[in-house]
Structure formats: C-alpha cells, structure tokens
C-alpha cells in the first residue's frame, strides 16, 4: 500500500464490480479512495446501479461480513461506518462481495484491479466505465430478473410505450393525459432501458451520494 499512495496523493482502488449471474454482464469499473469507510462504499455501489440502500446489506471480505446492525436484523462485530478500506490490507486481485436485499438476493461482486495513487485535484468515487443499465432493486435477483427482460417483454413493452406516445401526440389533452398512466410508463421503463449506460450520469450520482454523505455526517 505504501507504494501506492503518498501524503499527498491517498491511495485509490480501481475495482471491477459486477451483478453475479446476470447475463448479458451488468458491470462498472469504480475508482474508490481508501479514506472511504465501507458505509461509503455500499452507498457508492448503490449509486452506481440506482438503487435507493433501502434494503439490509453486508459485505464479505476476508471472510468477514461488515455491515450496519439493526435492531431485529443482522448483527455485525465491527460498525462498518468506522472502518475505511484502507484498513483492510486488500491487495489487486482479491476478490469479495456484497449482498444487498436479502429477500430478492443480489450479489455484487468485486475485485481488486489495482491499488493506486489519486491523481491531484480529482474528485472520488468516480466510475471509469461500465454496460448495461442496473435492474431495479425490487426484482427478485438473478432469476425473477431473467424472466422480467425476457425479449418478448421488452419488445411488448416498447410497442406499448410507442403506443401511449401516439396516442398523446394525437390526442387533444382531455381525451388522453399522461399523467392518467404513469405508474404503467414508470413500469415500463427499465425495460426501455435495459442496454443504457451513461458514464457521466453516473459520476453525477456519485457527486450527489458524496453530498449527502457528507451532509448527514456519515
């Protein structure tokens, strides 16, 4: 780690993540300061897949789960909110996860790719790169998920969103409001958006996770 970081610029890990068994792969390349505690962290990978954090949560590294103890949920020996990665001794290519909602159970995993020094001047976390947009966190994960974007539902959904927009394209606004199918447009949309990924909106959320880290005192 010493070789990888000075004083003034703190070490930096370039993490490979990945959604386990979802295919077409849903992957993101994050660059992550080791000054970030692993409560940060969880809000990173939330941002990065657009998912909300409402769910129970717990990273296993070195055999070790870390995560935030609740009342009546998991419990955990160390508070991950007062240890930062830093403290972990990771190493490139050592690999871990990340479970999150354990109802629908996603698992993210992580690897290592390289422990740098952070560039002057650079904002982090940011993501590097990425495919695919993130499924939403209340799909049952990986199989429900596999059956909700099943090519015939995507295609069905776009011909219905097709559909709508002629229709309010046509129709004067009394005959056909919108706002009167919003909750079937919203249902819609992530099939829309299955293939989309945009590197900037993502470094924006970031930006936006860090805020309000920051603001809430996390």
């Excluded at 590097?128 to 990986?142: V, Y």
């Excluded at 004067?172 to 009167?180: C, K, P, T, W, Y």
Aim: glycine fraction near 10%; include cysteine.
């Amino acid at each position: 780690m010493s070789d990888a970081a000075t004083s003034s610029n703190p070490a930096v890990y370039q993490l490979r993540v990945v959604l386990a068994w979802v295919s077409p792969l849903i992957w993101r390349r994050l660059l992550v300061p080791a000054e970030a505690t692993i409560a940060e962290w969880h809000a990173v990978l939330q941002a990065t897949f657009g998912w909300g954090g409402e769910h129970l949560h717990r990273f296993v590294i070195h055999g070790t789960g870390y995560g935030i103890s609740y009342l009546g949920g998991v419990g955990f020996r160390d508070d991950a909110r007062g240890i930062r990665l830093g403290e972990l001794g990771l190493r490139a290519g050592e690999r871990f996860t990340c479970q999150y909602n354990f109802t629908a159970d996603w698992q993210v995993d992580l690897r290592v790719e390289r422990v740098q020094p952070g560039e002057p001047g650079r904002v982090y976390a940011r993501c590097a790169g990425g495919r695919r947009a993130g499924p939403p966190e209340e799909w049952d994960a990986p199989w429900a998920s596999a059956e909700q974007t099943q090519p015939h539902r995507v295609f069905a959904a776009i011909v219905r969103a097709a559909e709508m927009m002629g229709r309010l394209l046509e129709a004067d606004d009394d005959v056909f409001s919108l706002g009167e199918h919003r909750d079937e447009l919203a249902s819609l949309l992530p099939l829309l958006g299955l293939e989309r990924f945009e590197r900037r909106t993502c470094n924006q959320a970031l930006v936006a996770c860090a805020t309000a880290t920051k603001a809430g005192g996390a």
